[in-house]
């Protein structure tokens, strides 16, 4: 199920890249990125992209480490509910991993799925998966490269 999760939010990821680039928004990846390394604290999320259907988020509190890790948060926000595993309506989606910046590798271990009822301003989580990913190499032009950039300094 994390490989599952995992393979989700790089299409999600490729599909905000490729929305974006076709967007007339002015907001870029790029410029998103120089804001954010020029940032020195990390009591603010970063906006990663954005487009007109989807936020992809560096959650704040980002930087605890253990050993050689430095622990992270992303989440993306849609515009319209999708449907968890456990076919749910969800909205709102997070994966939780470690960034070893010495060894340009990454980590997954939490997977959430949560539904935003903007009548009632609720939040709830509709499906979690607590399971450590296999530890990959980050890429050029990936979201954990972008993370890496901004985590590592």
Not at 4 to 19: D, H, Q
Not at 44 to 62: A, E, M, R
Not at 123 to 133: D, Q, W
Request: hydrophobic share 35%.
């Amino acid at each position: 199920m994390m490989k599952s999760a995992i393979s989700f939010l790089l299409l999600l990821v490729w599909m905000t890249l490729c929305s974006a680039k076709s967007s007339h928004e002015p907001q870029s990846l790029k410029s998103n990125l120089e804001k954010a390394e020029a940032k020195s604290a990390n009591d603010k999320d970063i906006v990663l992209s954005k487009n007109t259907q989807s936020t992809l988020y560096l959650l704040s509190g980002w930087g605890k480490a253990d050993g050689p890790y430095i622990w992270f948060t992303i989440s993306a926000s849609f515009n319209e509910n999708h449907a968890a595993p456990n076919s749910q309506k969800f909205n709102l989606f997070s994966v939780s991993g470690a960034i070893d910046c010495k060894d340009n590798s990454t980590f997954y271990y939490l997977v959430s799925y949560m539904l935003f009822d903007p009548k009632t301003k609720r939040l709830g989580e509709v499906y979690s998966e607590k399971n450590k990913s296999n530890v990959m190499k980050i890429e050029s032009g990936t979201t954990e490269h972008d993370v890496k950039k901004i985590v590592c300094n």
